[in-house]
C-alpha cells in the first residue's frame, strides 16, 4: 500500500530516527546527473551518508519508477522526476513526501530564490513536493546577417513584427524561409503553448475547464499555423520535433526559429551549425497579452513517500540545490531555476549575452506550464496537438479548436473520474 501523503511524512525528520546513512538516490541520465556526480565525494565528506546511486535512461526510469513507487517500495529515496510529464500523477498517486516545512524552514538554502514559475510546476494541491533542478524557456532564435541584410535594425518584439519581418526574408531569400519551428501534432504543443499564453489563452481556465477553443486560443492557433504555412519552408511536413526544426535552421535555411533555450548549443557550435556565427537570441515576442513564454522545470527532485530515510533525503536535496552547488552546475551549463546564478556574472559567463537576457526576462513572465498539466499528458498532447497540423496544413483553425475542445473537455472528465 502506497504511504498516504503528508507533513508528517517529511515535516521535522522524527519519522525516521533509525534512518539509514545509505541514501538511495535515483536519476536520469543527464549532464545534471554527470555534473552531480563528481561532487558526491564532496557531499558524503560532509555529511557522512553515503550516496547509493542509480542512473537510468528516461525510459527505463520510466519502468522503475511504475514498478516500484506503484507497490509502495522503500527503497528509492530521492528520485529525479519530470514535474510536467509525471509530476501530477506521482503527486496524486501520493507518490511525492510533502516537502513544505523543509523548504520553509531551510533559511540559508532561500527558496525564495527559486523561480515562480518552476516552483509552481513543483507544486501539487498548495504542497512543495519537488524542488526544480533545470530550467527551460522558450526564447527566439534568429539570424542576425539575414536581419541585417533585410535592414531591419534589431529583432522582432511583437508576434506581428515576427510575421512581417518572416514574410520580408522569405520573399528576398530563395530557398529560405522565414520562419521554421515544430509542426508534429504532439512535439509542436510545448513550443506553441508561448504563443497560446501570448494570445491570452491556455489550455484550461481556473474552474479547469477546456479552453482551447477560445477566441485568444483560436487567434493563436491561426497564427502559428498561418506563420509555418505562409513563412515556413517549402512543403513542410507536419511531423517535425525539434531536431527536424533545428536541423533547417542550423543549414542556413530559415531566419527565425522558437525553441527551448537548453537546445542552443545546437545552434551556436560550429561542429553542429553552418550558421553559429551569425545566430543571435531575444525574449519571446509579445503577443496581444503580452510576452509570456513558458518557464518550467524540465526535471525535479523528489522524496519517495513510501521512504523509510526522508530526513537524510533531504538532506541530499538540500546540498544537491543549494545556492554553491547549483552554481557549480551553472557553470557546467545547466540552466538553473534559482534567480542569483543568473545575477551572478559566474554563473553567466558560459552563456551567449543575449541568450541570458532573453532567458533573465522569460524568468519574471514566465508560464509554469508547456503542455496540458493532466495525469495521460501524451494523450492530451494529441488532441491539442491537432489544430496545429490543421492550421499548418490550410484547414480551417476555427472548426479544428472547436472539435479539438470538445474531446479535450471529454478527456478531463474521464480523467477527473
Same mark, same amino acid.
Request: charged share 25%.
Given at each position: 500500500?502506497? #504511504?498516504?501523503?503528508?507533513?508528517?511524512?517529511?515535516?521535522?525528520?522524527?519519522?525516521?530516527?533509525? %534512518? +539509514?546513512?545509505?541514501? $538511495?538516490?535515483?536519476?536520469?541520465? /543527464?549532464?545534471?546527473?554527470? +555534473?552531480?556526480?563528481? @561532487?558526491?565525494?564532496?557531499?558524503?565528506?560532509?555529511?557522512?551518508?553515503?550516496?547509493?546511486?542509480?542512473?537510468?535512461?528516461?525510459?527505463?526510469?520510466?519502468?522503475?519508477?511504475?514498478?516500484?513507487?506503484?507497490?509502495?517500495?522503500?527503497?528509492?529515496?530521492?528520485?529525479?522526476?519530470?514535474?510536467?510529464?509525471?509530476?501530477?500523477?506521482?503527486?496524486?498517486?501520493?507518490?511525492?513526501?510533502?516537502?513544505?516545512? /523543509?523548504?520553509?524552514?531551510?533559511?540559508?538554502?532561500?527558496?525564495?530564490?527559486?523561480?515562480?514559475?518552476?516552483?509552481? #510546476?513543483?507544486?501539487?494541491?498548495?504542497?512543495?513536493?519537488?524542488?526544480?533542478?533545470?530550467?527551460?524557456?522558450?526564447?527566439?532564435?534568429?539570424?542576425?546577417?539575414?536581419? =541585417?541584410?533585410?535592414?531591419?535594425?534589431?529583432?522582432?518584439?511583437?508576434?506581428?513584427?515576427?510575421?512581417?519581418? %518572416?514574410?520580408?526574408? &522569405? %520573399? @528576398?531569400?530563395?530557398?529560405? %524561409?522565414?520562419?521554421?519551428? $515544430?509542426?508534429?501534432?504532439?512535439? #509542436?504543443?510545448?513550443?506553441?503553448?508561448?504563443?497560446?499564453?501570448?494570445?491570452?489563452?491556455?489550455?484550461?481556465?481556473?474552474?479547469?475547464?477546456?479552453?482551447?477553443?477560445?477566441?485568444?486560443?483560436?487567434?493563436?492557433?491561426?497564427?502559428?499555423?498561418?506563420?509555418?504555412?505562409? @513563412?515556413?519552408?517549402?512543403?513542410?511536413?507536419?511531423?517535425?520535433?525539434?531536431?527536424?526544426?533545428?536541423?533547417?535552421?542550423?543549414?542556413?535555411?530559415?531566419?527565425?526559429?522558437?525553441?527551448?533555450?537548453?537546445?542552443?548549443?545546437?545552434?551556436?557550435?560550429?561542429?553542429?551549425?553552418?550558421?553559429?556565427?551569425?545566430?543571435?537570441?531575444?525574449?519571446?515576442?509579445?503577443?496581444?497579452?503580452? +510576452?509570456?513564454?513558458?518557464?518550467?522545470?524540465?526535471?525535479?527532485?523528489?522524496?519517495?513517500?513510501? +521512504?523509510?530515510? &526522508?530526513?537524510?533525503?533531504?538532506?541530499?536535496?538540500?546540498?544537491?540545490?543549494?545556492?554553491?552547488?547549483?552554481? @557549480?552546475?551553472?557553470?557546467?551549463?545547466?540552466?538553473?531555476?534559482?534567480?542569483?546564478?543568473?545575477?551572478?556574472?559566474?554563473?553567466?559567463?558560459?552563456?551567449?549575452?543575449?541568450?541570458?537576457?532573453?532567458?533573465?526576462?522569460?524568468?519574471?513572465?514566465?508560464?509554469? /506550464?508547456?503542455?496540458?498539466?493532466?495525469?495521460?499528458?501524451?494523450?492530451?498532447?494529441?488532441?491539442?496537438?491537432?489544430?496545429?497540423?490543421?492550421?499548418?496544413?490550410?484547414?480551417? =483553425?476555427?472548426?479544428? =479548436?472547436?472539435?479539438?475542445?470538445?474531446?479535450?473537455?471529454?478527456?478531463?472528465?474521464?480523467?477527473?473520474?
Amino acid at each position: 500500500m502506497v #504511504a498516504a501523503l503528508g507533513l508528517s511524512a517529511c515535516g521535522g525528520g522524527g519519522d525516521d530516527s533509525g %534512518a +539509514s546513512k545509505t541514501v $538511495r538516490v535515483t536519476l536520469a541520465n /543527464h549532464v545534471w546527473t554527470e +555534473s552531480i556526480k563528481q @561532487a558526491l565525494p564532496e557531499f558524503e565528506k560532509q555529511t557522512g551518508l553515503k550516496v547509493e546511486l542509480t542512473q537510468l535512461g528516461e525510459d527505463q526510469l520510466s519502468d522503475q519508477y511504475n514498478v516500484k513507487l506503484n507497490a509502495g517500495s522503500s527503497d528509492i529515496d530521492v528520485m529525479m522526476y519530470r514535474p510536467l510529464q509525471e509530476g501530477k500523477l506521482f503527486a496524486k498517486n501520493k507518490y511525492l513526501a510533502d516537502l513544505s516545512e /523543509h523548504v520553509k524552514s531551510s533559511k540559508d538554502w532561500d527558496f525564495d530564490d527559486f523561480q515562480s514559475g518552476p516552483v509552481e #510546476a513543483t507544486t501539487y494541491e498548495d504542497k512543495t513536493v519537488g524542488v526544480p533542478i533545470i530550467t527551460e524557456q522558450e526564447v527566439l532564435y534568429y539570424r542576425k546577417d539575414l536581419l =541585417a541584410k533585410a535592414g531591419l535594425s534589431a529583432p522582432p518584439k511583437t508576434l506581428d513584427e515576427l510575421k512581417a519581418a %518572416a514574410a520580408k526574408i &522569405k %520573399a @528576398a531569400e530563395p530557398g529560405t %524561409a522565414g520562419f521554421v519551428a $515544430r509542426t508534429g501534432k504532439s512535439p #509542436a504543443v510545448t513550443q506553441f503553448s508561448s504563443f497560446l499564453y501570448s494570445f491570452g489563452g491556455d489550455f484550461v481556465d481556473d474552474s479547469g475547464k477546456a479552453t482551447v477553443n477560445s477566441d485568444a486560443a483560436k487567434q493563436a492557433y491561426a497564427f502559428y499555423g498561418g506563420l509555418i504555412k505562409d @513563412a515556413g519552408p517549402a512543403n513542410v511536413s507536419t511531423d517535425m520535433g525539434w531536431p527536424e526544426a533545428m536541423a533547417i535552421f542550423t543549414q542556413g535555411k530559415a531566419a527565425f526559429y522558437t525553441e527551448a533555450n537548453s537546445l542552443y548549443k545546437n545552434a551556436t557550435d560550429p561542429a553542429k551549425s553552418k550558421v553559429a556565427d551569425t545566430v543571435g537570441f531575444a525574449p519571446f515576442p509579445a503577443g496581444p497579452a503580452g +510576452s509570456k513564454p513558458y518557464n518550467i522545470p524540465s526535471w525535479a527532485l523528489g522524496v519517495n513517500d513510501s +521512504s523509510e530515510n &526522508k530526513s537524510n533525503a533531504w538532506k541530499f536535496i538540500e546540498w544537491a540545490t543549494g545556492k554553491e552547488q547549483t552554481l @557549480a552546475l551553472q557553470k557546467a551549463g545547466v540552466p538553473s531555476a534559482r534567480t542569483s546564478v543568473w545575477e551572478n556574472p559566474e554563473g553567466t559567463a558560459g552563456y551567449p549575452k543575449d541568450l541570458v537576457e532573453a532567458i533573465t526576462e522569460s524568468g519574471k513572465a514566465g508560464v509554469a /506550464h508547456d503542455r496540458p498539466v493532466v495525469v495521460k499528458v501524451a494523450q492530451a498532447r494529441e488532441i491539442v496537438g491537432q489544430p496545429i497540423v490543421d492550421a499548418i496544413a490550410g484547414k480551417d =483553425a476555427e472548426a479544428a =479548436a472547436d472539435t479539438a475542445n470538445e474531446a479535450f473537455q471529454k478527456f478531463l472528465d474521464d480523467e477527473a473520474r
